[in-house]
């Protein structure tokens, strides 16, 4: 069965760094695009980035671009997000999620069927 | 970025009763449109993908439909085990969540 398993997640200082990892298993990790999505305390989700199969496609939310870094280890099974410059505001629980295609070549439609279950990061002095 | 906006935001209902859950783009977006459930301190779980379709394991009462820029979540016949918090999501472009809409029990 597919399992997702996050780790990494802990109390950071205002402009501190912290590394993510998620460790996938059950499936073929190197066929899928992977995710990591977030979730503010008593707040909604919000899409943090995505990575292709390959690692040769990335996308950041504009609220992490310059300061996150996702990459992939395919041989290891591996997702990870490097978290630079962090703020008060990147406080959250952070879940890593398989980014599924549906469709045909062209118009495919992606969605998010295996999550995790989340690492909290904590931003505070 | 293609916003999303879910309402209402919170919503109360009894068992048995038909709940529909509403979600508008803020530009069209075919049929790019997902739907996931939330339990508190759970994480979410797919229910619905391009719109209409039933992810495999949920039960038949749950239904997605529209396209471009309205869209639906109908639960049926609600069961006590579907009082959480729903949200969609489009992938038309980069992925963005709607707010969520809680269902409370009445």
């Known amino acids: 069965q597919v399992q997702l398993v996050e780790s990494g997640g802990g109390l950071v200082k205002p402009g501190g760094s912290l590394r993510l990892s998620c460790a996938a298993s059950g499936f073929t990790f190197s066929d899928y695009y992977m995710s990591w999505i977030r979730q503010a305390p008593g707040k909604g989700l919000e899409w943090v980035s995505y990575?292709?199969?390959?690692?040769?496609?990335?996308y950041y939310a504009d609220s992490v671009k310059g300061r996150f870094t996702i990459s992939r280890d395919n041989a290891k099974n591996s997702l990870y997000l490097q978290m630079n410059s962090l703020r008060a505001e990147d406080t959250a629980v952070y879940y890593c999620?398989?980014?599924?295609?549906?469709?045909?070549?062209?118009?495919?439609?992606?969605?998010?069927?295996?999550w995790g279950q989340g690492t909290l990061v904590t931003v505070s002095s | 970025d293609i916003q999303m906006t879910q309402s209402p935001s919170s919503l109360s209902a009894s068992v048995g009763d038909r709940v529909t859950i509403t979600c508008r783009a803020s530009q069209s977006i075919s049929s790019y449109l997902n739907w996931y459930q939330q339990k508190p301190g759970k994480a979410p779980k797919l229910l619905i993908y391009?719109?209409?379709s039933l992810q495999s394991g949920v039960p038949s009462r749950f239904s997605g439909s529209g396209s471009g820029t309205d869209f639906t979540l109908t639960i049926s016949s609600l069961q006590p085990e579907d009082f959480a918090t729903y949200y969609c999501?489009?992938?038309?472009?980069?992925?963005?969540f709607g707010q969520g809409t809680r269902l409370e029990i009445k």
């Open positions: 990575i292709s199969s390959s690692g040769s496609t990335i």
């Open positions: 999501q489009q992938s038309y472009s980069t992925p963005y």
């Open positions: 999620a398989r980014y599924t295609p549906t469709g045909s070549y062209g118009d495919y439609v992606y969605y998010f069927d295996y």
């Open positions: 391009a719109a209409s």
